[in-house]
T-cell receptor, first 114, second 113 residues
Framework: GAVVSQHPSRVICKSGTSVKIECRSL??????MFWYRQFPKQSLMLMATSNEGSKATYEQGVEKDKFLINHASLTLSTLTVTSAHPEDSSFYICSAPQIRDTQYFGPGTRLTVL | GDSVTQMEGPVTLSEEAFLTINCTYTATGYPSLFWYVQYPGEGLQLLLKATKADDKGSNKGFEATYRKETTSFHLEKGSVQVSDSAVYFC????????????FGPGTSLSVIP
């Protein structure tokens, strides 16, 4: 069964609003989680590393004020897309390492900004 | 930096055909290697992995062997099914990259009856 869950699976919002996406590890603790973005027919692009108890680490070119990450507990990380615009529409996927080297991925969240 | 290259798709095969998707990597040291599969509209699922040279990962009829000498991790399946239609990503985790996954561009596979 799934070891990482995401909520919601789909969200449609108006331009200018903020959207929060949750990523949970099921039955295991994750001090680190990762957030990816995937454009249609493209590979996954790592956006940031979410660290429990400390600030997230963002990849080059990712706006930290735009994509707020909070690792609230050992099983929950949230990504908030602030003041969303149509160009933020994408498929967002989180992952967590359950065992060394191996990431388990959430099912993804499809964000559509109108 | 570390990187993964894989054959561009889309790949279209008839059911029961043999599948090969090439994957090569560049990394410092000896990374762990993975194949992930993404079915339409879904997230990624781990298909198989290998953590050291000459290891063979296998799952659901798919196989890949970690070849250090050619820095490759080609995915193979002897007889594909329609249900194997998906996008396949080759990926690595470097020994110094703190669990960051580096993905290849993905290869789309369509299997027709």
């Amino acid at each position: 069964g799934a070891v990482v869950s995401q909520h919601p699976s789909r969200v449609i919002c108006k331009s200018g609003t903020s959207v929060k996406i949750e990523c949970r590890s099921l039955d295991f603790q994750a001090t680190t989680m990762f957030w990816y973005r995937q454009f249609p027919k493209q590979s996954l692009m790592l956006m940031a590393t979410s660290n429990e108890g400390s600030k997230a680490t963002y990849e080059q070119g990712v706006e930290k004020d735009k994509f707020l990450i909070n690792h609230a507990s050992l099983t929950l990380s949230t990504l908030t897309v602030t003041s969303a615009h149509p160009e933020d529409s994408s498929f967002y996927i989180c992952s967590a390492p359950q065992i060394r080297d191996t990431q388990y991925f959430g099912p993804g969240t499809r964000l559509t900004v109108l | 930096g570390d990187s993964v290259t894989q054959m561009e798709g889309p790949v279209t095969l008839s059911e029961e055909a043999f599948l090969t998707i090439n994957c090569t990597y560049t990394a410092t040291g000896y990374p762990s290697l993975f194949w992930y599969v993404q079915y339409p509209g879904e997230g990624l699922q781990l298909l198989l992995k290998a953590t050291k040279a000459d290891d063979k990962g296998s799952n659901k009829g798919f196989e890949a062997t970690y070849r250090k000498e050619t820095t490759s991790f080609h995915l193979e399946k002897g007889s594909v099914q329609v249900s194997d239609s998906a996008v396949y990503f080759c990926a690595l985790v470097g020994k110094t990259s703190y669990d960051k996954v580096i993905f290849g561009p993905g290869t789309s596979l369509s299997v027709i009856p």
